[in-house]
């Protein structure tokens, strides 16, 4: 401590001691944070001299890992210890459990360990308060409670493991007014008792008895699975302070009590399914509102203007509806966090609006307010952090002031889904006050604005924005997510943009007119996981760095003019989910199982962009079908319109976890394996267009999940299996094959139809040896284009993975021509 000095009176001078003013002794000492560093608290210490001492506060230092000394126990008098957020570890000594005049214990926010909560707790008689989140007890006996039933008002055990499928224990703490219990592993009903029991796992309605418990001054009950709507009656909490139910399944109309409890400060409700209308508010003492991602409807009440002490206003994601003016937010001089998001609002706007003081607005998001214009009243408010006027009806030109807005902050700006056509800055101003920064989804026109250095996201794509990246654009070193697609870029992309460095996470130039190279070089530490550069006009060969981008799951080089062998390579990639090398594909991983996730998940949900999800355009059931968000669990191959001449792999029969098999308009020979009917989640199956041959294998009525089916080609013939799907399937499945015969063709068969033979988990005359060395890698030097590219592939499986078997991880496959001409490119 700075002050404490020799010469000075440490009871007078000294800061964090307290003496007795009778006697001179020392009875208070608090240093919490006052950045005391160790790595053990010595037992000879003379700290442990001050035997008169009554109050003692090391919290929020920093002991890396110390354990607690047994020579606490020599300060017999001390009535307050606080040895909280000290990075203490390992086990509680027991001595500690004879400071027996203890009112006040916190422990908490280290990594502490205890043999029993009895033991700790069974000779503290006038113990008010225990704080030990965090702590882990070897045996919790929950009933030692009862031994503190007089004394103990606060009692708080969050994130400490504890299994307990009964609270009833807590029932018989009397004098408890505040628990914190949250982040356990409690189940079933809640009991009646005055809590904080977020994020455990109660389910059922909402506890009546609550409105008994008139001491209440705070009640957190989020993250759990509550249910049912509030209580009606009179709530006859005039202490309450704050009510958290956030997180749970509560539903109806919000009651009248809510608006009415005169101490109220923090009314946090957001995600449940009430409805009904917002009361007018009562309590001038409200700090935070946070009712979002309700069902509510109505209009604001008229009251929120006169919350002069309110900071938080969050009423976004509802079906709200009615006139407010954006003007009166701006009269609450100590609100900083504000959104209407997400309703049926109009937000009047005063053209005259001019602000006679300096806002303390940080937060302002009006997405989907039906706003027309940019309010001219954020002009000149240096305050504001994060501005979000996305999905509105705004047009005209983007102003200067908006784009060159400063502050000691890096800004979020968020302007996309509107119909802004330009900007009235100068063309290629940088946009340097932004860490955030959307323009995507409007009319832009002319040069593409430059990020600055602080940038770390920028959208502008489906703009109509042109001419080159300036060279300039290099200079946001900090960029993780870039996405410029469809927009009428063009010329080359710039050299410095080998040298993005390791946070560039997702980078997507999709549908643009880019010329050139592909100039990445990226390293060995690269955080890239997702790079789309599909539909421009890019040559050369797929750049070999792309092998130290270890994180990589989706890459899309399709539809350029790229010459180059099949990079087979690419199947070392650990993460690798998609490959498109026309106009999609996913990695080899997952297609050999039929996962069924509880839970849907898509790809790019762990990019640190989860509002981010992947465009997949890809064949399925006949159709070409834009996939906005990929399932993790979905898998395709789809290999249509090529040029490949060659077998169909009798391999593929091993993914039984594919949903969608696409080979048609190639030159496919020989006949359709029957090892097809072992993919038992497929749904779709397009075989069409080839040189196909033989009879349709029996096996295939297997495919319970079998929806589309077309085999319209020119030679198959033989008897149309029965039974099962194939039962459903129209004539047009089979349209072109005039030697096919059977339902649902007029053509009879000169034999009686049978049924269908069970299907076989392999073909005929082979085993999974024979497979193995029939995929060997050496038949990547074999054949012409078909044989070449299956190969590689499958080559590459079996090289990389031997016991590819169930383990593989392949989602989508979707090859198509890399080269401008033919599959010669291969052969060197």
């Known amino acids: 401590m700075f002050s404490w000095n020799n010469g000075t009176d440490c009871c007078s001078a000294w800061e964090g001691v307290t003496c007795d003013l009778r006697t001179g002794h020392v009875i208070g000492l608090d240093l919490t944070n006052s950045c005391l560093l160790g790595s053990t608290i010595a037992s000879n210490s003379t700290l442990f001299h001050l035997f008169h001492l009554q109050s003692l506060s090391l919290a929020s230092n920093y002991f890396n890992g110390a354990s607690i000394s047994p020579s606490f126990a020599k300060l017999s008098s001390l009535r307050n210890l606080s040895l909280s957020s000290m990075d203490l570890e390992g086990e509680v000594p027991q001595e500690l459990s004879h400071l027996s005049k203890l009112v006040s214990l916190d422990l908490s926010g280290n990594d502490l360990t205890f043999s029993s909560l009895k033991e700790l707790i069974e000779n503290f008689t006038e113990l008010s308060q225990l704080v030990l989140d965090g702590m882990l007890f070897n045996s919790f006996e929950a009933e030692s409670l009862v031994n503190l039933s007089c004394t103990l008002t606060i009692l708080s055990l969050s994130d400490c493991s504890l299994r307990m499928n009964s609270l009833e224990v807590f029932l018989k703490l009397p004098r408890l007014q505040v628990l914190n219990a949250a982040s356990n592993r409690f189940k079933g009903s809640l009991p009646e008792f005055n809590s904080n029991l977020s994020n455990n796992n109660f389910s059922g309605p909402f506890p009546y008895w609550i409105g008994n418990l008139t001491l209440l001054t705070s009640l957190d009950l989020s993250s759990n699975r509550l249910s049912g709507p509030l209580p009606s009656w009179a709530f006859g909490h005039s202490k309450l302070q704050v009510l958290d139910l956030h997180d749970n399944s509560l539903s109806g109309a919000l009651p009248s009590w809510l608006s009415t409890l005169p101490l109220l400060n923090q009314l946090l409700l957001q995600n449940n399914q009430f409805d009904g209308h917002i009361s007018e508010f009562q309590s001038y003492h409200l700090e935070k509102i946070d009712l979002s991602h309700n069902k509510l409807h109505g209009q604001i009440p008229r009251s929120v203007f006169k919350l002069v002490n309110l900071t938080l206003l969050d009423l976004s994601s509802n079906n709200l509806n009615g006139s407010i003016e954006l003007d009166g937010f701006y009269t609450l001089e100590n609100l900083w966090s504000l959104d209407l998001s997400e309703n049926n609002l109009s937000l009047t706007i005063s053209d005259n609006s001019v602000n006679s003081r300096s806002s303390r607005i940080e937060i302002l998001k009006l997405s989907s307010c039906n706003l027309r214009v940019i309010p001219n009243l954020l002009k000149g408010q240096t305050e504001l952090a994060v501005i979000d006027l996305s999905r509105n009806n705004i047009g005209g030109l983007i102003p200067k002031w908006l784009l060159s807005m400063g502050g000691d902050v890096p800004h979020t700006l968020n302007l996309s889904h509107n119909s802004l056509s330009g900007f009235d800055a100068s063309a290629g101003a940088i946009v340097s006050n932004f860490s955030y920064l959307d323009l995507q989804s409007n009319r832009l026109q002319g040069s593409l604005p430059i990020p600055g250095t602080p940038t770390t996201y920028y959208s502008a794509a489906n703009n109509k924005l042109k001419d080159e990246i300036s060279p300039s654009f290099c200079d946001a070193i900090y960029l993780e997510f870039l996405d410029l697609s469809y927009n009428k870029l063009s010329g080359i992309l710039p050299p410095c943009m080998a040298t993005y460095p390791d946070f560039l996470q997702i980078l997507n130039l999709q549908g643009n007119n880019f010329g050139g190279t592909i100039p990445f070089k990226f390293s060995s530490g690269s955080g890239l996981t997702s790079l ?297």
């Not at 993790?632 to 976890?657: Q, V, Y």
């Not at 799907?725 to 096919?740: E, H, I, R, V, W």
């Open 532 to 828: 789309d550069l599909s539909y421009n006009q890019l040559q050369g060969s797929v750049p070999k760095s792309l092998a130290n981008c270890s994180k990589l799951e989706i890459l899309n080089l399709g539809n350029n003019i790229l010459v180059d062998s099949f990079p087979s390579w690419l199947a070392a990639l650990p993460e690798l989910k998609v490959l498109v090398l026309r106009r999609i594909t996913q990695s080899w991983s997952s297609m050999m199982s039929n996962d069924n996730e509880s839970q849907l998940t898509y790809l790019n949900a762990n990019s640190g962009y989860s509002y981010y999800h992947s465009t997949v355009v890809l064949i399925s059931k006949g159709l070409e079908v834009h996939f906005e968000r990929i399932l993790t669990t979905f898998k395709a191959i789809d290999f249509s319109n090529n040029r490949l001449k060659c077998e169909i792999p009798k391999a593929i029969g091993n993914l039984e976890g594919l949903h969608v098999l696409n080979l048609s308009s190639n030159s496919f020979m020989g006949g359709i394996p029957m090892s097809l009917g072992n993919i038992s989640a497929l749904e779709s199956l397009d075989l069409s267009r080839n040189n196909l041959s033989g009879e349709i294998p029996p096996q295939l009525t297997s495919l319970t999940f079998l929806a589309i089916l077309d085999v319209s080609d020119k030679q198959l013939g033989g008897t149309i299996p029965r039974g099962k799907q194939f039962d459903t399937f129209p004539s047009t499945s089979y349209k072109g094959n005039s030697a096919l015969c059977g339902f649902p063709l007029s053509k009879l068969c000169g034999k009686t139809e049978g049924a269908a033979a069970p299907a076989s988990t392999l073909e005929e005359g082979s085993d999974s040896g024979s497979i193995l060395v029939d995929l060997d890698w050496k038949v990547v030097l074999i054949g012409y284009g078909c044989g070449f590219m299956f190969g590689a592939i499958f080559g590459s499986l079996f090289r990389f993975n031997p016991l590819w078997s169930r383990q593989s991880q392949l989602h989508f496959v979707a090859f198509f021509p890399l080269f401008p001409d033919d599959f010669e490119g291969m052969a060197r």
